[in-house]
């Protein structure tokens, strides 16, 4: 089975035909690959990663989980979410909903822009549409703090990535698709080889998690960082791994990717941010 | 010198000597300083003698060390130490292999419940202790968590 | 802004203190990548937990402790205790936080 679906989209990849298979078909065949992958796994566990096919892991997660670290970034992107700019807005002027529960949203396709836009680069935007310095996509700091925040007050609301019924729509989706499904670096790994193919094994001493669900649980602060991680620093990350150039963070590449892997974990939980080791 | 200049050197000179008296009486301190010569030793049975002066350990069921059997990540390793024995007066938790063996020690009070828990640093693979002192003896419970190095995930 | 995070939970005569502090916990071993240089020692040597004003326990920390550390103790309490946690590291830094037991 896993072989069957492997070759199809390898050669929907190689090929890169006009005739796409659709988002819906592919959402169903990677479903039903995970499925058949972990038959005990029930769907919305997904969220949690790795700790929905790992026990043993898993135990240490429900410890840290009960009073985790990330509660101090919680708290400090609250207060940094409610700071008024210089000129006096406040971020909840840039947001729907004044900017609360609303992670689940991104990222969408601008029809306007015909880019792929994600939270933390809204966030940024807002920043500079308000004549302050962006923050930041790494190593912590206040854009992961109030990313953190935001994805905490959307707790429990499913993603519904859509992609609108145009090409510049589609080509985006592709893309991500691609990158998703292209090996790359030294290593010559591709995401779906840890995420799709691998997941669930040892790789060295760690356990890939399943392809669906990844961004519904980031910023996460990963313990062997000491800190949140926000989902491009993680996309570096992996990259660096297989000793490949890694991209910059909100670059279009990782934005199209974003939108990929948060379409495929569409009907699952917002959990941000989340624990990671 | 006039009468003004010695006054103002004896106001002077008395406040000095208040404040400096002062600082000499130091407040009494409500509880024991920090065991600095315990956490500094490199070695577990030297770290045990330093804290107890002694080597005598008892090993029993009725201490439950909750430990994971593998890390997921050697930077936090939660652990939990409990127990039924009476009158605990501490608890302490050692790791054998890491630079120094003391990571942590609990001093209940009489109104303590014999319950403690935190997470810990571990770099290598290694026999976790906990000690309690109750009643004067002191018994124990260990296992072995192994800590991995070398992921894929970085 | 406090550092602690504090949660007091009493059930069947029992109060459960659990806390979170934000504390680097840097051992002093670790090494700057850049310089080469070795960062600082820098960690909480002591919490003191009081219910009511009186101490129920002291802990005594190492460098081994994780970072953001985490802590919980029981001891015999009623709802409506007052609890209080302070620490103190080894650069001199201090700040504690009362909380209600619930």
């Known amino acids: 089975m896993g072989n069957i679906f492997h070759k199809f989209l390898l050669v929907l990849v190689l090929v890169n035909i006009t005739a796409y298979a659709s988002p819906e078909e592919d959402l169903e065949l990677f479903r039903d690959h995970f499925k058949n992958r972990f038959p005990n796994t029930e769907f919305s566990d997904y969220k949690n990663g790795v700790y929905s096919i790992d026990a043993s892991s898993r135990e240490q997660w429900e410890s840290i989980e009960d009073f985790p670290p990330y509660e101090l970034n919680i708290e400090d992107g609250e207060r940094l979410f409610n700071q008024p700019f210089k000129n ?86 592709e893309a991500g698709k691609k990158l998703y499904f292209t090996k790359v670096g030294q290593l010559n790994f591709s995401c779906a080889d840890c995420h799709v193919y691998q997941t669930g094994s040892k790789l060295r001493a760690d356990i890939p998690s399943p392809g669906i669900g990844h961004s519904t649980h980031f910023p996460a602060y990963r313990s062997g960082a000491g800190r949140l991680v926000t989902l491009h620093e993680r996309f570096a990350g992996c990259l660096n791994r297989v000793r490949a150039k890694p991209f910059k963070a909100q670059n279009e590449e990782y934005r199209n990717l974003e939108y990929f892997i948060s379409y495929m974990s569409n009907g699952l939980e917002i959990n941000g941010p989340g624990s990671r080791k | 010198m006039n009468r003004r200049n010695f006054l103002k050197n004896s106001l002077m000179t008395a406040a000095t000597i208040t404040t400096f008296a002062g600082l000499m009486i130091k407040p009494k301190r409500l509880y024991a300083a920090w065991p600095k010569a315990s956490f500094d030793i490199t070695e577990l049975n030297a770290s045990i003698n330093s804290v107890y002066g002694h080597n005598n350990l008892d090993e029993s069921s009725e201490v439950k060390l909750k430990a994971p059997d593998i890390a997921e990540n050697g930077a936090i390793v939660p652990l939990n130490v409990k127990t039924k024995l009476k009158n605990v007066e501490s608890i302490m938790i050692f790791v054998e292999n890491n630079p120094q063996p003391l990571s942590s020690g609990y001093n209940l009070s009489s109104k303590s419940v014999p319950t403690v828990g935190t997470r810990i640093k571990m770099g290598k693979t290694s026999t976790v202790m906990a000690a309690v002192k109750s009643d004067g003896k002191i018994y124990t419970a260990s296992k072995e968590v192994k800590v991995t190095i070398g992921g894929c995930g970085g | 802004m406090s550092t602690i995070k504090l949660r007091a939970k009493e059930s069947k005569g029992v109060v459960t203190v659990k806390a979170i502090i934000k504390h680097p916990m840097e051992t002093g071993q670790r090494k700057n990548k850049k310089t080469g240089e070795k960062i600082p020692a820098h960690f909480i040597q002591q919490v003191i937990g009081k219910a009511n004003g009186e101490e129920v326990i002291t802990v005594n920390w190492g460098p081994a402790v994780s970072k953001n550390p985490y802590l919980t103790f029981g001891y015999i309490g009623a709802k409506g205790d007052t609890v209080e946690l302070a620490w103190e590291d080894n650069q001199g830094n201090k700040d504690s936080l009362k909380s209600e037991v619930k």
């Open chain 1, 88 to 173: 006096g807005n406040t971020y909840s002027s840039c947001f729907e909903n004044s900017g609360i529960g609303i992670r689940q949203n991104y990222p969408y396709f601008d029809e306007d822009t015909g880019r792929v836009m994600t939270l933390e680069l809204a966030i940024n935007n807002c920043r500079k549409d308000n004549g302050e310095k962006p923050l930041s996509y790494y190593k912590g700091g206040p854009m992961a703090d109030i990313s953190a925040y935001m994805a905490y007050t959307s707790r429990g609301n499913k993603f519904d990535v859509k992609i609108p019924n145009s090409q510049e729509a589609l080509d985006a989706y």
